[in-house]
């Protein structure tokens, strides 16, 4: 176990602020009063995991605000997540899964991504973790101790992220319900129900006022004016076997995220199909064992699945109804469940058989950690390289425009001047409207630079960039996955 632990600590440490901070975390940031200072009430008012923003909000008065500082408060939850697991597993697949169990949660370039993140995820998912231990230990030995452990893990998931809420209801049942010869405990669960229904009451007005709950009304049809949330829909069913095989080998194996926001994700699927097609077969492979091995437990199997397909359920409807769009990351509190079956497949193989899946295993998550760490093009947008390209360059009577996400030039570009503006990359659908409100922000009478980054999301076509090279004669400056462009100043030129 300690082996574990230190390798997990090892591996999330590892180039922790290597990468440039994507629009997400500088979110983060900027929520833990890292951009403006904050109150208490602010965190009252969070609804989108106030726990991470509040030990942000503590830790950066005492550690600074670097990405390391940022992301290390993920890193060490990513390594309590170790023992947190081994101790599920053993209580569920007995003692000889502690160890394996520790070396997955050590191991996983999913659960090593989130660890070197600076979002709640890393906290969503030990919060959750925690809490199944407890329910499994509440119902097996139906101690109040155990009772008040699931209570506290969960609040502390649910004060993490919401999507914790989408596992609870499974584990709740878990302990509610009779099996494997023990009385099922349905007050007790419901009792647990109601506390945590009052721990989370200083959030829950605010959960009703700024969440868009009518969206989730079925057959409801938009309303006048009703702006969705990316386009009609925000769901492909290609989403499902996606999540699994990002919960098996990360995002850094195969495809990039890049490559699959811009392109059609089954041809770019073809163009990485040796190694997508080995991860597909292996953990398959495991996955289809490890459901035979528990259908002998039929709780066992019930909790696993549960813990995984409920949110999948949930988070498809969200996403079909325009209220979330779906990620693997919406689901990944119940990410122990997958694991455990995959646990189950393993600890069912002969001893020679376990032994080559295991370094087929390593394998891939081998490679796709090289690639997290090493590879470019697997990496967040470089903001930071590209806000000290344009400090060497740009004066303060220029224009400086982020067009995309932009807001991580509020982390790489405080303090300096000229201060940025923001373009709404939504202008793309319309040419005309593109051009104008363009021009009304830059004008054509001084030198621009326009910082564009995920452009995939308003503008996939990438309408404004051609735009500014073809029209506009503008340089570009490349980064990984954020360009720089430069307008010189034209005032004799029709825009």
Same mark, same amino acid.
């Given at each position: 176990m300690a082996s574990a632990c230190a390798a997990a600590l090892l591996l999330r440490l590892f180039h922790l602020g290597h990468q440039s901070l994507w629009i997400d975390e500088v979110v983060t940031w900027q929520s833990a009063g890292g951009l403006h200072p904050v109150t208490l009430r602010h965190f009252l008012v969070n609804v989108h995991g106030p726990l991470h923003q509040f030990v942000l909000f503590v830790w950066?008065?005492?550690?600074?605000?670097?990405?390391?500082?940022?992301?290390?408060?993920s890193a060490l939850a990513g390594v309590a997540l170790v023992p947190a697991f081994a101790g599920l597993a053993r209580r569920l697949l007995g003692p000889r899964a502690g160890v394996p169990a520790a070396w997955i949660a050590a191991l996983s370039p999913f659960l090593v991504w989130?660890?070197?993140?600076?979002?709640?995820?890393?906290?969503?998912? %030990?919060?959750?973790? #925690? &809490? /199944? +231990?407890?329910?499994v230990r509440w119902h097996q030995r139906a101690g109040r101790a155990?009772? %008040?452990?699931?209570? #506290? &893990? /969960? +609040?502390?998931?649910?004060?993490?992220n919401l999507n914790v809420a989408l596992v609870l209801p499974v584990l709740l049942a878990y302990v509610a319900l009779p099996h494997d010869g023990r009385k099922g405990r349905p007050w007790a669960a419901l009792g647990a129900a109601a506390a945590l229904v009052c721990l989370e009451s200083p959030w829950l007005?605010?959960?009703?006022?700024?969440?868009?709950?009518?969206?989730?009304?079925?057959g409801r049809e938009a309303l006048p004016g009703e702006i969705p949330l990316r386009g009609a829909t925000t769901f492909s069913w290609g989403a499902h076997p996606f999540t699994l095989y990002v919960f098996s080998v990360g995002y850094t194996l195969g495809p990039t995220l890049r490559e699959l926001h811009v392109a059609s994700p089954w041809r770019v699927g073809l163009a990485h199909w040796p190694v997508v097609a080995a991860a597909v077969a292996l953990f398959g492979a495991l996955a289809v064992r490890g459901l035979v091995a528990l259908a002998r437990r039929r709780?066992?199997?019930?909790?696993?699945?549960?813990?995984?397909?409920?949110?999948?359920?949930?988070?498809?409807?969200?996403?079909?109804?325009?209220f979330k769009v779906f990620n693997a990351r919406y689901l990944s509190a119940g990410l122990a469940g997958y694991y455990l079956v995959l646990l189950a497949g393993w600890l069912g193989l002969s001893r020679r058989a376990r032994a080559v899946a295991a370094v087929l295993v390593l394998g891939l998550w081998g490679l796709s950690l090289a690639n997290h760490y090493f590879v470019e093009a697997y990496g967040k947008e470089d903001t930071r390289s590209a806000a000290a390209w344009l400090a060497a360059r740009i004066?303060?009577?220029?224009?400086?425009?982020?067009?995309?996400?932009?807001?991580?030039?509020?982390?790489y570009w405080r303090g300096r001047t000229p201060e940025y503006v923001h373009y709404w990359l939504g202008f793309a659908a319309d040419s005309a409207r593109?051009?104008?409100?363009?021009?009304?922000?830059?004008g054509t009478d001084s030198t621009a630079y326009v910082v564009v980054s995920r452009p995939f999301d308003l503008d996939p076509e990438r309408r404004f960039e051609r735009y500014l090279r073809r029209e506009r004669g503008a340089e570009a400056a490349e980064f990984s996955g954020a360009t720089v462009y430069r307008l010189a100043p034209a005032p004799d030129r029709a825009p």
């Open positions: 950066m008065r005492l550690a600074g605000d670097s990405e390391f500082a940022l992301r290390l408060p989130y660890g070197q993140e600076a979002r709640n995820y890393s906290f969503a998912i %030990l919060f959750a973790t #925690l &809490a /199944a +231990w407890a329910a155990d009772g %008040l452990l699931f209570v #506290l &893990a /969960a +609040w502390l998931g649910l004060l993490s007005f605010e959960y009703a006022q700024r969440l868009a709950w009518q969206r989730l009304e079925p709780a066992t199997l019930a909790l696993a699945l549960g813990v995984v397909l409920v949110p999948a359920a949930c988070v498809t409807y969200f996403a079909l109804q325009n004066g303060p009577a220029d224009k400086l425009i982020a067009a995309g996400s932009g807001g991580e030039l509020s982390y593109l051009r104008e409100r363009f021009v009304a922000l830059a």
